[in-house]
């Protein structure tokens, strides 16, 4: 049972234009989510994080969009670069289950030059 | 400032030996986790820890698995009589769980790649 969805397994976009990962996620506990990228053989690097109170972040290219009600998240990166290209995670959790991250399967982008 | 480390970075083992992985938080971190990701799969939560309390070990897939952190420094995953199905990638990540509600965030170190042959 995937408490946490990224429904699109991989993503292309052009350098320069936006990239939209998305995540949609079932358990309404969920308080905390985070967005980590990840390259081949290394562990996932944290990129950014959005608490439940908020409906967006925002980290220089990266913003990440919440809606709470749709049990939904984006991550928009703008624009994009070639070296953005790697696997995106969704990753969520909640103080009821000592903050254990729940994954999603990872959106695999490319960025073309 | 040292980031988490874990080692070795690669292990192959023969079905049926024990194997111990290690992991060194990043200083500060009293929280510490475990997670693995098997080939074609999504991380899989293992084991916590935080301080001294007892460790959450509900990720903990059979009782071939264990796991121990001295305070808040080095933690050990021991998996004994290793199956084929225990290859993956071993990952550690470590927090300041700033406690009560507060969230915080999980660093990750490289991983362990263990191969059973």
């Known amino acids: 049972d995937q408490q946490v969805k990224q429904n699109s397994p991989s993503l292309s976009v052009q350098e320069g234009r936006i990239s939209i990962l998305n995540c949609d996620y079932t358990n309404s506990m969920f308080d905390y989510f985070l967005w980590y990228k990840k390259y081949p053989a290394e562990g996932p690097t944290f990129l950014i994080s959005i608490s439940s109170i908020k409906d967006k972040n925002e980290d220089g290219r990266f913003t990440v969009f919440l809606n709470k009600s749709a049990k939904h998240l984006s991550l928009h990166i703008v624009p994009s670069q070639p070296g953005d290209s790697a696997v995106y995670f969704c990753a969520a959790s909640h103080a009821g289950n000592n903050r254990k991250l729940i994954w999603g399967l990872g959106t695999s982008l490319a960025v073309n030059p | 400032g040292a980031g988490v480390s874990q080692s070795p970075s690669n292990k192959v083992t023969e079905k049926g030996k024990d194997v111990e992985l290690r992991c060194d938080p990043i200083s500060g971190h009293t929280a510490l986790y475990w997670y693995r990701q098997r080939l074609g799969q999504g991380l899989e939560f293992l084991i916590y820890?935080?301080?001294?309390?007892?460790?959450?070990k509900s990720g903990l897939p059979s009782d071939r698995f264990s796991a121990e952190r001295t305070g808040e420094s080095v933690s050990t995953l021991t998996i004994q009589r290793t199956q084929q199905e225990d290859s993956a990638v071993y990952l550690c990540a470590s927090s300041l769980a700033q406690g009560g509600g507060g969230t915080d965030t999980q660093y990750f170190g490289p991983g362990t790649r263990l191969t059973v042959l």
């Open positions: 820890f935080q301080g001294n309390s007892a460790p959450d």
